[in-house]
């Protein structure tokens, strides 16, 4: 089949796949809109050396004092993706989350390393004071289990976790973005509809 033929056909049925690009436009747009606000959070933290026990003897340097707040940092990637955790921080906060399965747990927060002694925290929630509720919550379970392997260990270098003010947005679906996504999906789902109603009719 030429391409004629193909234009051919996509003309006669041109009312068709219209029909389709716009009902789909109009249901992605209808869809964004009716979407709950959510508000985006990004919360730092460092990893700030304590103190030294005071010693005669040459025990640490700033040096391994990096290396063990790299650890540190390390640990609290992976604490964010604990369920134990996740579910001590909203008990914290003193906030019911309707949590459906275990995976729900693993994503609710995502830690990045950006650099030896400072993480990045990110994590949505329905209101602004949810988010900040949370964001005082992840610095007390943190510093709580910093402080439980401060105790396990036999480390003389000890360490505690700051963060600063959590920077909180609004926001909410793109939907003039999907109406546009929505008409494009929507004339290709119309034109391939055409040619497998043609080809199987």
Known sequence: MELKEYLKIIKKNSRLIIIIGITTAVSA???SVAQPIE???SLSLSII???TQTT???KYDGYYALQTGEIVVNSIEQWLKSPEIVNAIYEEAE???DFKNIKSYTKKFIAQKMS???VEVKF????KEEAEKISVAVVEIINNRVEKLKKASEQEVSFLVSSGKPVIVESE????LNLIIGLISGLALGILWVFLRRYFG
């Open 56 to 58: 005669d003897d040459f």
């Open 95 to 97: 906030m019911n989350q």
């Open 29 to 31: 747009f209808v869809f």
């Open 173 to 176: 679906a793109d939907a003039i």
């Open 116 to 118: 030896p002694q400072y």
């Open 49 to 51: 050396k304590d103190k």
């Open 39 to 41: 508000y985006e959070t």
């Open 124 to 127: 949505k929630s329905s209101t």
